[in-house]
């Protein structure tokens, strides 16, 4: 999986990932989706959120990889949201927490159910950002984001992420953002630290996606925006901003 990121990026210059909640969706919809993001030139589907309350999330897996081609990457919001269909997971440490259920805990549980179901993790520093409203995340691990304007804190999380090894950072305002990580904060971040930087949360347009990309960000996700079945069509408009960004 890591290698197939690092190539999307030799290739592209940038990569666009759709995300996929399984509770924020039903059969028919994901269907939906993952039929439009079939010719949509999508770079990889993230799957996953916070709870998980229907069990849908092998289900959801299996339905993209009988599909598409695309790699589906898990997304999870605790130890036990894993499927063993997937090509991979972000292996996520919330480093702009101090809450340590969500710094290590999860993970050690999570570890030997991965190497028994043989997923490759992606070690990632999932940073936190205020995006005008509290997020579902902030209300389940407990933690506070980063303010939006202290881009200085986001930059000495972002390097104390390299300096322990992570191979990711995920830049995240949070489903449903009011606004998203601004470019500032991306630029410093990238100016700073070498590791590849995902961005999402708040992305509601092409356009925004594509400001993200020339400001620093590695790889763009949108989730929230498609879950409106009429704004589906916008997966090919996003992934061609991403990808003619440079």
Not at 106 to 134: C, D, F, H, S, W
Not at 137 to 154: H, N, Y
């Amino acid at each position: 999986m890591w290698e197939y990121l690092t190539k999307v990026l030799k290739q592209r210059g940038a990569g666009y990932f759709v995300l996929v909640d399984p509770d924020k969706h039903t059969r028919d919809s994901l269907k939906q989706l993952i039929n439009s993001a079939r010719d949509a030139d999508v770079d990889a589907f993230l799957v996953g959120g916070s709870y998980l309350f229907s069990d849908m999330l092998d289900e959801a897996v299996r339905m993209i990889k009988d599909s598409v081609n695309t790699p589906v990457i898990l997304f999870p919001g605790s130890g036990s949201h894993l499927s063993r269909y997937a090509d991979g997971l972000l292996f996520l440490s919330l480093i702009s927490g101090r809450n340590p259920q969500f710094l290590i805990e999860e993970q050690v549980r999570a570890a030997p159910i991965i190497k028994r179901m043989g997923l490759e993790p992606v070690p990632t520093g999932y940073i936190m950002i205020g995006g005008g409203n509290e997020t579902t995340v902030e209300f389940v691990t407990g933690t506070r984001s980063i303010p939006a304007g202290k881009t200085d804190l986001a930059v000495a999380h972002a390097l104390a992420a390299e300096y322990l090894g992570m191979k990711l950072l995920y830049l995240e305002s949070g489903s449903g953002a009011s606004y998203s990580v601004s470019d500032e904060m991306i630029s410093a971040v990238k100016k700073y630290c070498g590791l590849p930087v995902i961005v999402g949360g708040g992305i509601t347009t092409p356009e925004t996606a594509a400001q993200k990309v020339k400001a620093g960000a590695d790889f763009i996700v949108t989730g929230n925006i498609l879950e409106n079945p009429n704004n589906i069509r916008l997966i090919k408009s996003f992934a061609q901003a991403v990808h003619s960004a440079f």
